[in-house]
């Protein structure tokens, strides 16, 4: 029998739709296994301040298909200090509250590493980013739905790029990593997609506007990460005027939109699975480690793992672009 009697839960970092229904899995997880369940808001933010109040089954009802995070979410800097995660420690002594799980990305478990070693707090993370970019699972919980809007985004532009003969370039999320583009690009059918994991060559993509897409096409849609490295959609749609002055080309940014809306059934299912899995991870007395999903079978990996490892990116993907492009 564990001697985990409390367990608190927080989102962190950016939110993303599925984080409700993580919090509704790891809250009734939690009642299940005998414990009780605190919310704390605000993320670190809150932890700090003490923000945090018991949760029942009934707390959580009616929100596995809302976007965003009933527990509000936010970026610590003073959760950064030790200071900051000593006042922390504070509050879950005063509290009771044994240990954490923590849902969100990199910088969440950054924390969450350092918090658990300093205070000894069994701490269990759950990915959730838009951006998929964990090492250590295949899904982090809001990808498939940011994927999903993104794709329904890029649909309704086709429609107008191909009744005005026009070239367009669509930056999507993803601060550091292409997941979110390189997806959405080969469901869209995209004539290009630019990562900042691969350098993006300006002469290959000119090369490709020359020999296949204007003989063959008469609009085209070139799918930008916002991380790509040299300046991002509205520079390389720039480039690409100066050199194509006969094109007719727009840049849109979707922006936020890509992290709202209703979670997708995919990713509904991904954090229910966590979020219990976290729970029994605790139970388990697990500690330090981020709870994912690799073929289709859950997954504890280390936070330091997942931290320091970078996830690489489906290359068969990047390949199939160019064979279904032309
Ligand atoms: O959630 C990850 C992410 O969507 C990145 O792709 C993006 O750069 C960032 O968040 C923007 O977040 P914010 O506007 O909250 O700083």
């Known amino acids: 029998m564990s001697k985990i009697k409390r367990i608190g839960i927080l989102t962190s970092g950016g939110d993303a739709p599925g984080m409700n229904a993580a919090i509704r899995a790891v809250v009734r997880a939690t009642i299940y296994n005998g414990c009780e369940a605190y919310g704390i808001y605000d993320g670190y933010e809150g932890l700090i301040k003490g923000n945090m109040v018991r949760m029942s089954s009934h707390d959580v009802s009616n929100i596995i298909q809302r976007g965003g995070t009933i527990l509000k979410t936010a970026r610590s800097a003073e959760f950064r200090t030790t200071e900051g995660r000593s006042k922390a420690h504070e509050q879950l002594k005063e509290k009771g509250i044994d240990a954490l799980v923590v849902i969100g990305g990199d910088g969440t478990f950054t924390g969450a590493r350092l918090f658990g070693q300093e205070h000894d707090i069994p701490i269990v993370g759950i990915p959730g980013t838009i951006d998929n970019d964990l090492y250590g699972t295949d ?75 204007k003989p063959h096409k008469s609009s085209g849609i070139v799918i930008v990460a916002e991380g790509e490295k040299s300046g991002g959609a509205y520079t390389i749609a720039e480039s690409v005027a100066k050199r194509h002055p006969e094109y007719d080309i727009r840049v849109t940014v979707l922006g936020h939109i890509q992290r709202g809306g209703s979670p997708s059934g995919f990713d509904r299912v991904t954090a ?14 697990q500690k330090s480690i981020m709870v994912g999903i690799v073929n289709n079978e859950i997954v504890h990996v280390p936070f330091n793992r997942t931290i320091k490892q970078a996830k690489p990116l489906n290359r068969s993907l990047l390949n199939l672009i160019n064979i279904l492009s032309i």
Not at 157 to 186: C, K, P, Q, W, Y
């Open 139 to 213: 899904y982090t919980i809001g990808y498939d739905t940011a994927v999903n809007t993104v794709v329904e985004a890029v649909d309704k532009i086709r429609d107008t790029a191909s009744a005005h003969n026009r070239l367009f370039f669509i930056e999507v999320m993803g601060r550091d990593a292409g997941f979110i583009a390189l997806r959405a690009a080969v469901a869209t059918g995209a004539e290009g997609v630019l990562v900042p994991e691969v350098e993006t060559d300006l002469d290959e993509l000119f090369s490709y506007l020359e020999n296949d897409y």
């Open 272 to 285: 229910s699975r966590l979020g219990a899995a976290a729970v029994d991870a605790l139970m388990d007395d």
